[in-house]
């Protein structure tokens, strides 16, 4: 049966060795090992090593049933991996650190809260984004954090990313079923208790600017917003740059083809040059796989865009991690075809996005500077006094 992929394992480490096909290289490679959190909750960490051409995967659980899943969802993703053409990652721009250029390590508690500096740095950052928004005609928006049924129905997000979702559950309002809770002796509430109507913590923000438009003839608009939203992260993959619950501001514009393109690309160009003014390093690339707001495992059942439907900016920490701090996204006609957004002539309109993720630019931002803000950009400060 296993001819694509074999694993040694360990039981005094509870480590599995998944030797991989030499075809799985480069690309293939980062995106088998992105992946490999999400087959299961089993798996509590990952690496590779290039001696022998293996993933080294440690398990919570290493017993035989728990052993078979797992080898037979690797096995399924490396196949999946092997059939995928995986383009190779396009650099546009890069703005490198100066060798030699040491900054002041500053601690980081804001994974237990946010402090006023912290504040401050998110604040003056957003707004200088929603500067960038109104000087390309935005209309400004604000919405619930919660996504209704008929909304995701639509989106269709749900489906492609389950993993991701965070879904609310409600108690009936049902004299019954209160009483029987308050007269428990229990001090939770049994899960069986609650249920679904459907809807779920955004996971992004935009959809809310297609419901509001649902169903209707339009031409070119533009908006920007900002909201809390949420996902189901791996938990040992969590840190200051990847939350459960952060916030997200997005710039949304629907339109002609070229119209959507434009923006896209205008914006980008505005956004990298107030990274490079604020004095962060780091580059602009294609990402690897072009999904729409992905943090996926398998390829299957995602709709692929076109080639360069999804550019990426990434941070660059001085240990040389980098983390995509916001996406320029192309959707083509997907998402307004799915809303029933069109033109005067029945044409289904194009959409883009750009994405920011407002806590990681406060993360960048107090890597480069700390808290003080005596040593931050001017453009911070300025921008706060608002
Ligand atoms: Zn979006």
Not at 243 to 267: A, D, H, Q
Not at 272 to 293: C, E, K, M, N, S
Request: aromatic share 10%; glycine share 6%.
């Amino acid at each position: 049966m296993n001819t694509l992929v074999n694993d040694i394992f360990s039981i005094e480490t509870g480590q599995v060795t998944l030797l991989l096909p030499r075809k799985i290289n480069g690309g293939r490679l980062s995106e088998l090992l992105e992946r490999i959190p999400y087959v299961s909750e089993n798996v509590k960490s990952v690496s590779y090593s290039d001696q022998g051409h293996c993933a080294i995967i440690n398990v919570e659980s290493s017993e035989a049933d728990q052993m078979d899943l797992l080898r037979s969802d690797l096995q399924e993703l490396v196949e999946a991996l092997l059939a995928s053409k995986i383009a190779a990652q396009k650099t546009l721009k890069t703005r490198v650190r100066p060798s030699g250029l040491v900054s002041k390590k500053h601690v980081d508690d804001s994974m237990v809260y946010y402090n006023s500096a912290d504040l401050k740095l998110i604040a003056g950052v957003d707004k200088l984004l929603v500067d960038i928004a109104i000087r390309h005609g935005a209309s400004i928006r604000e919405y619930g954090s919660i996504y209704s049924a008929e909304i995701m129905a639509r989106n269709g997000y749900h489906k492609n990313f389950p993993q991701n979702v965070y879904g609310v559950t409600q108690i009936s309002h049902n004299y019954a079923l209160i009483k029987e809770i308050r007269e428990s002796s229990s001090s939770t509430i049994p899960p069986g208790m609650f249920h679904s109507q459907g809807a779920f913590l955004q996971p992004c923000v935009c959809y809310h600017c297609y419901a509001e438009i649902q169903d209707s003839i339009q031409s070119n608009v533009l908006y920007t917003l900002k909201g809390r939203c949420f996902r189901h992260e791996i938990e040992w993959r969590l840190n200051n740059f990847r939350r459960n619950e952060f916030t997200m501001r997005e710039i949304v514009f629907m339109g002609s083809p070229e119209y959507v393109e434009s923006k896209r690309l205008t914006i980008m160009e505005d956004v990298w040059a107030l990274f490079g003014a604020l004095g962060l390093y780091g580059q602009i690339v294609t990402a690897r796989d072009p999904f729409f707001h992905y943090d996926d495992m398998k390829t299957k059942g995602a709709v692929q865009l076109m080639a360069d439907a999804k550019y990426e900016l990434e941070f660059i920490s001085e240990a040389g991690h980098s983390s995509s701090i916001a996406s320029f996204n192309n959707c083509q006609d997907t998402l307004c075809a799915k809303f029933g957004i069109t033109d005067f002539d029945s044409n289904v309109l194009h959409s883009g996005c750009v994405a920011f993720g407002i806590d990681r630019w406060r993360a960048a931002l107090f890597e480069q500077y700390g808290g003080d803000c005596e040593v931050w950009p001017d453009l911070l400060n300025t921008s706060n006094n608002h």
